[in-house]
């Protein structure tokens, strides 16, 4: 039961939310045949681990329409995809070095109708806009991808309490996240299935890395 799943932990979606959600599956699996984003594996537990996992970002962050959101190294559309659908009124950009990847990420979105996502190949290092936020998943240890991050954020905060970065992470990062001041929300507390047993929303404020 995929966009149940997506239900039970957001119960307010609207009707265009939950179909566009429930287009996901079809649209990625015809992709996934032309263009391999998703490993054979993972599609059969694409709501669980891509969709719910993208969320995760979403039980933290409450972003107000007009938040301007960057996805670094966004792949298949992750975090990126499953966030524009649940925040219609912020603008999202989706960017990857891999151009055959943004190829997804447009036919994904513009296929469910998204308005709010941009899909731009690029590495990030090049990226020349600016942002409140940027969200990732799987790109790079943590000291490297904030130096990509030098001019990437708007100066005036549009949410009092937040704005930076939220980061996808797994298992122990004691090591990777040494000397930086980080907040570390851990899945479990939102979600019940075991895949999110180590998984958490790593947050550092942008006045702690940007100098
Ligand atoms: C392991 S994949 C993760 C994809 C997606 N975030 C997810 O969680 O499913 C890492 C992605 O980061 C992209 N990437 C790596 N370095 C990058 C850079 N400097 N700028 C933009 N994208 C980058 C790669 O092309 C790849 O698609």
């Known amino acids: 039961m995929p966009v149940e799943l997506i ?4 119960p307010d979606l609207s009707e265009k939310q939950k179909n566009q959600f429930a287009q996901l599956e079809e649209l990625y699996a015809e992709w996934n045949e032309k263009i391999n984003v998703i490993s054979r594996k993972d599609m059969d537990s694409l709501y669980e681990k891509h969709i719910l996992h993208s969320l995760g970002i979403a039980k933290v962050m409450e972003f107000v329409p007009g938040t301007k959101v960057l996805d ?7 975090p990126g995809i499953p966030l524009a659908i649940l925040f219609p009124e912020v603008q999202f950009t989706l960017v990857d070095s891999i151009g055959k990847k943004i190829t997804v ?22 990226l020349k806009e600016k942002f409140h936020f940027v969200v990732s998943r799987a790109v790079t240890q943590m000291p490297v991808f904030l130096t990509w991050l030098k001019g990437k954020f ?17 298992g122990d990062l004691t090591e990777e996240l040494a000397g930086l001041k980080t907040e570390i929300f851990p899945l479990q507390n939102y979600f019940e299935s075991e895949f999110f047993e180590t998984k958490k929303v790593v947050y550092l404020s942008k006045e702690n890395f940007l100098s």
């Open 154 to 170: 708007e100066k005036q905060n549009l949410n009092a309490k937040r704005n930076g970065v939220l980061y996808l992470k797994g």
């Open 105 to 126: 990420v447009k036919e994904v979105s513009e296929g469910i109708g998204l308005q709010n996502v941009t899909a731009i190949h690029t590495r990030a290092e090049e």
């Open 7 to 10: 239900e039970k932990y957001f």
């Open 72 to 78: 670094i190294g966004t792949g298949g559309g992750f």
